[in-house]
């Protein structure tokens, strides 16, 4: 399978521990992007790489998130302190160019209790 | 900044029938990009169609067509021949084509289509 892979699935955590997700994009695409998605809703942008740079962040992307892409491959999402309002699947998209489709990964469910 | 609104929080078809999911859209970019993308139950989000905003005809991807009126800010989404398998969740979205949010997808709300037998 050549699609975006996403880890963990699932996630649960207890308040205030922190977690870290991984997104293996597809081989050839330079542009990573994180969402987060709650229950009902459509996603909200995160933050996006073009390459190992961090291009942007949302306002939505508290002190408590950290997002790294660091050979310009695969990602991480790392929350510290988790709250119960982080719960939410975060999910992660790859293109090949800002114009281009976006695929998506499997995201990841997380829930914090 | 950019805005989608999905006004139909629920459709329902009958299997075989057309169905249009509407999307009104707002920006300030001169150059953008308007997508659909499907969400099944299982979660994944599969990419349905793209049109450009200078596209001069509207985008067809087998089943689905995109009936794009720049005028009226307005990207809806036709589904012909609907199938029991397109029962889902559809969001529209759209990305400006420059400047630092250049490939940002901005969603609506999204709008749940069920398809009768």
């Known amino acids: 399978d050549t699609g975006v892979s996403q880890d963990p699935r699932h996630k649960i955590t207890k308040r205030g521990q922190n977690v870290t997700f991984r997104c293996d994009p597809i081989?050839?695409?330079?542009?990573l992007y994180w969402y987060r998605q709650t229950l009902g809703q459509g996603p909200e942008f995160l933050t996006y790489?073009?390459?190992?740079?961090?291009?942007?962040k949302s306002r939505l992307l508290s002190d408590r998130f950290s997002a790294e892409r660091p050979k310009g491959s695969f990602s991480t999402l790392e929350i510290q302190r988790t709250e119960q309002g982080d719960s939410a699947m975060y999910l992660c998209?790859?293109?090949?160019?800002?114009?281009?489709?976006?695929?998506f990964g499997p995201g990841t469910r997380l829930t914090v209790l | 900044a950019q805005k989608i609104t999905q006004t139909q929080p629920g459709m329902f078809v009958q299997e075989k029938e057309a169905v249009t999911l509407d999307c009104t859209y707002d920006?300030?970019?001169?150059?953008?990009?308007l997508f659909w993308y499907k969400q099944p139950s299982s979660g994944e989000m599969i990419f349905l169609i793209y049109?450009?905003?200078?596209?001069?005809q509207n985008a067809t991807e087998g089943r689905y067509s995109l009936n794009f009126q720049k005028a009226r800010k307005s990207a809806n989404l036709v589904i012909s021949a609907s199938q029991l398998g397109d029962s889902a969740m559809y969001f529209c979205?759209?990305?400006?084509?420059?400047?630092?949010?250049?490939?940002?997808?901005?969603f609506g709300q999204g709008t749940i289509l069920t398809v009768h037998p």
């Open positions: 998209a790859s293109s090949s160019q800002p114009y281009n489709e976006q695929f």
């Open positions: 081989s050839e695409h330079n542009r």
């Open positions: 920006t300030s970019d001169p150059s953008y990009g």
């Open positions: 979205a759209m990305s400006a084509a420059g400047g630092t949010s250049y490939g940002k997808l901005t």
């Open positions: 790489f073009q390459n190992e740079a961090q291009l942007e």
């Open positions: 049109q450009g905003s200078y596209d001069q």
